[in-house]
């Protein structure tokens, strides 16, 4: 028996010399200063470990937006990689509470806890990925007791790059830039296709194609109990943030997660505190409230979603803190040198690299491993009672279901909302007969969401309206300010009815329901609308608008009444070197509603001929100042202005990615406004046309950054953090053709107007009409605001004639994240106007 165990023995010291260490495939340690790793690096890294390794194993789950192939690594046993599919259909079934009490309970003692780790989703933030080949190697070869106790217990499912085609692009500018000047300089475009640093905004509203993927793996397949979500903007000088997450709880999130998620963080700073390391933040700045993060969505479907926030020191670029440099307060006001309860052991300066950024976050990594391999069928039996409470409460009702009635305003819009809620793991019904539910009868195809489902608490999260809590200072304080965005009630932001039943009813109804899109319609009150027409005009086929915005078709429709003469839009969207997420958003959303378009640069403003080339030119979110002039050569765009060591690290962009549109690309963004193009501006870039051309608007708010830093905010003046709010629309507009009356528009703030033109004077090239106004009364749909009365019966979106052109301008941002479909009509509309001839 000694010479078996000895053999064994040998053999796994033969196969785990054979693994592959970092160092040994990259050439260097991931790690080192002034070195990253790109994707084919990581990925053909993580291919050896599979060769040369039979605890780990790689599956691809999609594809990225630039069309890179996705992967996630499993990594455990041997044992338990070769019995892989049963152990995810036993926490299937454990997550949506398919089972009896004594099945959940034997099923807990068979299964292994599933925790995912992520990697890189803020491509920018480089540490992630670049720790990612360390975690796998250490969770493959460790041969101690913890480690082995993890491959026993846990399935790991790593996504070693969560963003390929972001990290390709930093990698690739940060390997052009290291040993110059520039070494710092800021990408100049976003590290997403569309989204940039929104790409960890989008986990309800699924627009993007990597967001759709890992969707499917959390919510349909495989329903880790811990989602660990990696970041790195920690606030200096703490070197990383864990939970707790601070102030305020949104009351959706079910108790027994919090608490584990508090349990978890517990456990991280406690590894943080055995191995000497300071630094250690919690409580502060990342709240519970917001649902819509990587680390958020997943704690409404009764997992511990946690994130991490490791200090960067400036992609691969080590640098030396004097103590001197360090602020004496956090933005909440607690000391940075002392001890406090969520800040127990001060960082207190020195040197910090990537690889010191690792290093902490491999601690963190195995102090949730060892937590879930020691807890293991606890973790397995919680995820039953969660979704097994759910769908009791469920039935109680207050409320008993959501229906969604098929006779919809917008249908379009409908489908689309039902689809990403079922994508989301959200049981979506249909009505095979009539049914009556809250004294009113529903036909046959009315589709409902019952409550009684396992994650009830995202299904009434994203369905109700929300109330944001004024959490103050003392009795009469300043209102604490939510992290992200404080109401984002989905049917409101889609234009959606969804009628709220409240007492149980009984319905014959499919699991499978029809949720396919109808062929497009020509109804103006429908988005797909826009499909249609672009089709269309694709086609040869002339289309027409109504002066009451009926779409006319010849062969179709007569033309006695038609009012617009419809043409394929010619639509620029300026795309600046400083990296805009709105811009992309903008583009996201002609994208989707295929209208043809071109993202224009500095130089095509200068070069002149923009009326020969557009009919409309979009101007998305960025301040006056931005557009005009951008980053200016030889200015510091980013770091700290200090001394020594520091002064190396501030960040100046590349000469070629410096400027904006400059005074001149100013005026002839005003020709082409005067010789009839249509310029669209949103939220902030509407303080460039309001200043610069003579209009006669003045702008009554000032405007806030969407970044704005502090934790608080005063109660004096207009406050909407990111909320619904209802308006009233012209409906006999072109620019709001197809909108109810009556709707609600989100915003994060933005700006409205005061015409000053006397009403004798305005009219024809001097015209400027409102076109959506906020409401009189009543103005909160969902979400905080203060400072109302400011606003009130103000216009929020105008229609203003310049020479012989147009200026649109949004005092909000109206394809937001791209979530607000209800608002989408008022940007197409416009764009289709700007080419369109008035007959």
């Known amino acids: 028996m000694r010479k078996l165990s000895l053999f064994a023995a040998l053999l796994c010291c033969a196969a785990l010399a054979a693994v592959p260490e970092p160092k040994e495939h990259f050439g260097y340690s991931p790690g080192d200063d002034y070195k990253l790793a790109d994707y084919q690096d990581v990925l053909s890294y993580f291919q050896k470990l599979e060769k040369s390794s039979d605890r780990i194993k790689l599956a691809a789950f999609g594809k990225s937006s630039l069309g890179k192939t996705m992967y996630v690594a499993f990594v455990s046993s041997a044992e338990n990689l070769a019995r892989l599919d049963r152990l995810r259909e036993i926490n299937r079934r454990l997550a949506l509470g398919q089972a009896s009490p004594e099945q959940a309970r034997r099923l807990a003692q068979e299964g292994k806890v599933i925790v995912w780790i992520d990697s890189g989703l803020h491509a920018s933030e480089v540490a992630p990925v670049q720790h990612s080949p360390h975690l796998a190697y250490r969770m493959i070869t460790d041969e101690s007791d913890e480690v082995r106790r993890i491959r026993q217990n846990v399935i790991l499912m790593q996504i070693p790059v969560i963003n390929p085609d972001g990290l390709d692009w930093v990698v690739h500018w940060h390997r052009k830039n290291v040993g110059t000047p520039y070494e710092q300089a800021p990408l100049p475009h976003l590290y997403h296709r569309y989204a940039g640093h929104d790409n960890n905004r989008d986990w309800y509203m699924l627009n993007l194609e990597e967001t759709r993927h890992v969707t499917r793996l959390l919510f349909q397949e495989w329903f880790p109990h811990v989602v660990y979500n990696q ?52 409580y502060h700045g990342f709240d519970a409230w917001w649902n819509g ?26 640098r030396t803190y004097p103590s001197s440099e360090l602020p004496e307060r956090f933005r909440n006001g607690i000391p940075t040198r002392e001890p406090s309860i969520f800040y127990q052991r001060p960082w207190l300066g020195g040197r910090w690299g990537l690889s010191d950024a690792i290093d902490y976050m491999l601690t963190a990594d195995l102090a949730i491993l060892d937590l879930a391999a020691t807890r293991a069928s606890h973790f397995l039996h919680k995820a039953w009672e969660m979704a097994h409470a759910n769908i009791e409460l469920g039935k109680k009702g207050k409320p008993f279901a959501y229906v969604v009635p098929a006779d919809q305003w917008d249908r379009h819009s409908a489908i689309e909302m039902l689809r990403r809620l079922q994508m989301a793991g959200v049981v979506v019904e249909q009505a095979k007969e009539p049914f009556q539910a809250n004294g009113k009868s529903y036909p046959a195809g009315t589709w409902f969401m019952p409550v009684a489902q396992p994650f009830r608490a995202y299904l009434v999260d994203l369905l109700e309206p929300q109330k944001y809590p004024e959490i103050k200072t003392g009795q009469s304080g300043p209102t604490k300010r939510p992290y992200d965005i404080a109401g984002w009630t989905l049917s409101m932001m889609m234009g959606v009815q969804v009628d709220r039943i409240v007492e149980p009813f009984q319905a014959q109804s499919s699991s499978d329901p029809d949720l396919r899109f109808s062929e497009p319609s020509l109804d103006h009150r429908d988005t797909s609308s826009f499909l249609a027409t672009m089709d269309l005009l694709k086609k040869g086929a002339r289309v027409r608008w109504a002066a009451d915005g009926a779409i006319l078709v010849e062969g179709r429709a007569s033309f006695d009444h038609a009012a617009y003469e419809l043409a394929t839009p010619r639509v620029a969207v300026y795309e600046s070197f400083t990296a805009n997420m709105d811009s992309g958003w903008t583009e996201w959303l002609l994208d989707s509603f295929r209208v043809p378009h071109t993202m224009i640069r500095n130089a095509d403003f200068r070069n002149g001929g923009l009326r020969a080339r557009f009919d409309t030119i979009v101007l998305a979110s960025q301040s006056a100042q931005s557009i005009l002039h951008g980053n200016r050569e030889g200015e510091r765009v980013g770091g700290r202005a200090s001394s020594g060591a520091a002064r190396s690290l501030i960040s100046i962009q590349r000469p070629e990615y410096t400027g904006g549109i400059s005074l001149a690309g100013l005026a002839a963004l005003d020709d082409f406004v005067k010789a009839g193009g249509t310029l669209l501006a949103f939220d902030a870039a509407t303080d460039l046309p ?22 608080e905010t005063s109660s004096t003046g207009l406050y909407s953090p990111g909320s619904l709010l209802r308006v009233n629309v012209e409906t006999s507009d072109p620019v709001a053709f197809g909108m109810p009356k009556e709707a609600v528009l989100f915003t994060t703030g933005g700006q409205v107007w005061d015409i000053n033109l006397l009403p004798e004077y305005n009219k024809g090239a001097r015209e400027v009409k409102p076109v959506v106004r906020y409401a009189d009364k009543n103005l909160l749909a969902s979400g905080w605001l203060s400072g109302e009365r400011s606003v009130l019966g103000k216009p929020v979106l105008v229609h203003a004639r310049h020479g012989q052109g147009r200026v649109v301008l949004y005092g909000f941002r109206p394809q937001f994240r791209g979530q607000t479909f209800g608002a989408f009509r008022l940007v197409l509309n416009a764009i289709y106007l700007g080419s369109a001839r008035r007959l």
Do not use: C, W
């Open 690 to 711: 309001v200043q610069f051309f003579p209009l006669p608007l003045t702008g009554r708010l000032r405007t806030r950054p969407d970044n704005e830093p502090p934790e």
């Open 231 to 282: 970041h790195q903007s920690p606030e200096f000088p703490a070197r990383i943030f864990v939970p707790p997450y601070a102030e305020p709880l949104n009351p959706n999130v079910p108790a027994a997660v919090m608490e584990g998620i508090h349990l978890i963080g517990s456990a991280m700073k406690e590894r943080f505190a055995r191995e000497n390391k300071p630094g250690i933040l919690s």
């Open 293 to 318: 993060g990587l680390r958020t969505v997943p704690a409404f479907h009764n997992m511990h979603g946690i994130l991490t926030e490791t200090a960067g020191s400036g992609f691969a670029t080590p």
